[in-house]
């Protein structure tokens, strides 16, 4: 295999110049994006990490280079965890405000007017996709590996783990209000992707 110096590094900004423009034009690349970058291997860090930089510069605003993998592997562990730990903090509110009799909606909108200092989240019958759900335990896993609680993350997925019961208990109440029992309605789900426009329904 060619060593990284000697990669037709010319023919690359023009092949992803090409595939940026027509994915833009169909509509399936957003922008801006932003890309954490990682160091890919110890023998020529450098040279690879300029190159990699290189390739994803012709369809992305914003490369972030970062010193190793493993700096790079805990950048995305630390977005999905971050997602995780607030999602599950506002679920739980979503249940502290069905016991107050509290439209959590209200507050979470209310809170949201704050100009700086808060970012909205969101309550739900748990979290979905395939990173959100999984990427936080693989953390955990090696943090425990290390003789390290991940209080956190345990937490956030007890909490998260346990809301779709709670939306069917809670489905169930609403049913028998108006004379239904959950094992005799018909139930039409929508909105079961975790994002918008797709149809991947996963966790």
């Not at 950048?75 to 979503?94: D, G, Q, S």
């Amino acid at each position: 295999m060619a060593p990284a110096s000697s990669l037709p590094m010319r023919i690359v900004p023009l092949v992803m110049r090409t595939v940026a423009a027509e994915l833009r034009a169909a509509g399936e690349l957003p922008a801006p994006a932003h890309f954490h970058l990682l160091s890919m291997l110890s023998q020529q860090p450098r040279t690879l990490t300029e190159l990699a930089a290189l390739l994803y510069g012709q369809v992305i605003d914003r490369v972030i280079k970062v010193s190793n993998t493993q700096a790079a592997e805990l950048v995305k562990l630390l977005e999905n965890t971050f997602r995780a730990v607030n999602i599950a903090m506002i679920n739980e509110l979503a249940l502290m405000c069905h016991k107050l009799g509290l439209d959590v909606w209200e507050v979470i909108d209310a809170a949201a007017s704050k100009p700086f200092g808060y970012m909205p989240f969101y309550p739900g019958p748990g979290i979905g996709g395939h990173c959100i759900p999984l990427d936080p335990h693989y953390l955990g896993w090696k943090m425990k590996t290390l003789n390290f609680e991940p209080r956190f993350i345990e937490l956030a997925g007890a909490i998260n783990s346990a809301m779709p019961d709670h939306v069917v208990t809670r489905l169930g109440e609403i049913l028998n209000t108006r004379g239904k029992a959950l094992s005799r309605s018909k139930i039409l789900m929508i909105g079961m992707s975790y994002k918008p426009d797709i149809s991947d329904s996963r966790e």
